[in-house]
């Protein structure tokens, strides 16, 4: 079993930034790998960003340039630093660890964490 903590959502203008972290309760570097989603009322789950454990990235389009995904293996963390905030990024951000056991692939979530951009 994997759980996951995300912190660090809450209330930012337009333009400002956040910075959301996920704590791990097992070696993060037995995941396979880490990711932010977010769902907005009325939409579907989207991807946001996600990094490997061979530290592969890759983000969505509507984040490129903006959000940054992280990982502190000390600390069993993952974060994602988010600039240049639009109310559009308005949404539950959700961690997600994809963890492969002998028996098949398994997909964990955090709770999520509100974040809403707004002046």
């Known amino acids: 079993q ?4 995300e912190s660090g959502g809450g209330l930012v203008e ?3 930034s956040l910075r959301l972290s996920c704590a791990v309760s097992t070696s993060i570097l037995s ?3 880490m990711g932010w989603f977010r769902q907005a009322p009325g939409k579907q789950r989207e991807l946001v960003a996600t990094m490997t454990s061979e530290d592969i990235t890759n983000y969505a389009d509507f984040v490129k340039g903006r959000f940054t995904i992280s990982r502190d ?5 993952v974060s994602l630093q988010m600039e240049s905030l639009q109310p559009e990024d308005t949404a539950v951000y959700y961690c997600h660890a994809l963890k492969r056991y002998v028996g098949g692939w398994y997909n ?3 709770q999520g964490t509100q974040v809403t951009v707004s002046s």
């Open 2 to 5: 994997v759980q996951l903590v």
């Open 31 to 33: 995941i396979n790998r």
């Open 14 to 16: 337009p333009g400002g």
């Open 73 to 77: 293996n000390a600390k069993n963390t």
């Open 108 to 110: 964990y979530w955090g």
